[in-house]
């Protein structure tokens, strides 16, 4: 069961990581202006259900909004990341 549990969170990370190489290709090419979808992320949480928030599905809507506009990482873990530790320990 713990196995296809991390392999459940790892198709889930790993979805998200391609939006962000999708986004941010497009945006190197000329295509598309990442901060729209900085404000379609942004949306996204304004609008966000009562039962979503505080959890994963948040937490990874800030983090692509926060990387849509270049936000600094500092090194430090994301709040996706941090959530997910807490929720496996």
Same mark, same amino acid.
Not at 19 to 30: A, P, R
Not at 56 to 68: A, G, H, I, K, S
């Given at each position: 069961?713990?196995?296809?549990?991390?392999?459940?969170?790892?198709?889930?990370?790993?979805?998200?990581?391609?939006?962000?190489?999708?986004?941010?290709? &497009?945006?190197? *090419?000329?295509?598309? #202006?990442?901060?729209?979808?900085?404000? @379609?992320?942004?949306?996204?949480? !304004?609008?966000? =259900?009562?039962?979503?928030?505080?959890?994963?599905?948040? &937490?990874?809507? *800030?983090?692509?909004? #926060?990387?849509?506009?270049?936000?600094? @990482?500092?090194?430090?873990?994301? !709040?996706?990341? =941090?959530?997910?530790?807490?929720?496996?320990?």
């Amino acid at each position: 069961m713990q196995s296809e549990f991390e392999s459940l969170l790892e198709t889930i990370a790993g979805l998200a990581a391609a939006n962000i190489v999708m986004i941010e290709t &497009l945006h190197e *090419q000329g295509v598309v #202006d990442k901060r729209h979808f900085a404000h @379609a992320f942004a949306r996204a949480l !304004d609008t966000l =259900a009562p039962e979503h928030r505080g959890g994963m599905v948040e &937490l990874t809507l *800030q983090n692509l909004r #926060d990387r849509c506009m270049n936000l600094p @990482a500092g090194g430090a873990p994301s !709040d996706a990341q =941090a959530w997910l530790r807490s929720f496996i320990r």
